[in-house]
Antibody, heavy 120, light 107 residues
Framework: EVRLAESGGGLVQPGGSLRLSCAAS????????MNWVRQAPGKGLEWVAD????????YYADSVKGRFTISRDNSKNTLYLQMDSLRAEDTAIYYC?????????????WGQGTLVTVSS | DIQMTQSPSTLSASVGDRVTITCRAS??????LAWYQQKPGKAPKLLIY???SLETGVPSRFSGGGSGTEFTLTISSLQPDDFATYYC?????????FGQGTKVEIK
């Protein structure tokens, strides 16, 4: 069974930093591209970042480019999101999401999410 | 960026009804469209990909159609478990974007 477990969320002041982690199990982690998708309270879904299995290809939404860094450690089956220069508008539930095997863009398995709150 | 627009934003229906949700893309995305279901407090769940391919384990009452800029998600006979919010998402090119969501409510 595919399992994605996010951690690292919490309350942070504007301008601060936070690192999210996602522990993956139940599949060959290094074979799948992974993503972060977020959802502000009561709002819709927003794709944040994408990283290929080998980390050779990385893409970001314009709203986070230059402030967030996606990375992965395949030896630890873990996905990361380093979030710097946080803003109030970054407040959201952050989901760790797996892409369908060899099908870029289809988000077939989601974690339960971790809440990030940016507030003073 | 490609904008995705869903209609309606809210839909009131009864158990057994046939329900259709529309998703329009601001430019052609061929068939590179997925549909997701989200229940309150839960993560989204993949229902349909490549516009009309049913994800494994998803009931056959769900179907998708369309190509280019106009797409539909149809539930042939609405069940109590189907009351949720539905999102479309394109994956034609980066950045991937979602529609604003359609909430299916009990009438």
């Amino acid at each position: 069974e595919v399992r994605l477990a996010e951690s690292g969320g919490g309350l942070v002041q504007p301008g601060g930093s936070l690192r999210l982690s996602c522990a993956a199990s139940g599949f060959t982690f290094s074979s799948f591209a992974m993503n972060w998708v977020r959802q502000a309270p009561g709002k819709g879904l927003e794709w944040v970042a994408d990283i290929s299995g080998s980390s050779g290809s990385i893409y970001y939404a314009d709203s986070v480019k230059g402030r967030f860094t996606i990375s992965r450690d395949n030896s630890k089956n873990t996905l990361y999101l380093q979030m710097d220069s946080l803003r109030a508008e970054d407040t959201a539930i952050y989901y760790c999401v797996r892409e369908q095997w060899r099908v870029s863009g289809v988000l077939d398995s989601w974690g339960q999410g971790t809440l990030v709150t940016v507030s003073s | 960026d490609i904008q995705m627009t869903q209609s309606p934003s809210t839909l009131s229906a009864s158990v057994g009804d046939r329900v259709t949700i529309t998703c329009r893309a601001s430019q052609s995305i061929s068939v590179w469209l997925a549909w997701y279901q989200q229940k309150p407090g839960k993560a989204p769940k993949l229902l349909i990909y490549k516009a009309s391919s049913l994800e494994t384990g998803v009931p056959s009452r769900f179907s998708g159609g369309g190509s280019g800029t106009e797409f539909t998600l149809t539930i042939s006979s609405l069940q109590p478990d189907d009351f949720a919010t539905y999102y479309c998402q394109h994956y034609n090119s980066y950045p991937w974007t979602f529609g604003q969501g359609t909430k299916v409510e009990i009438k």
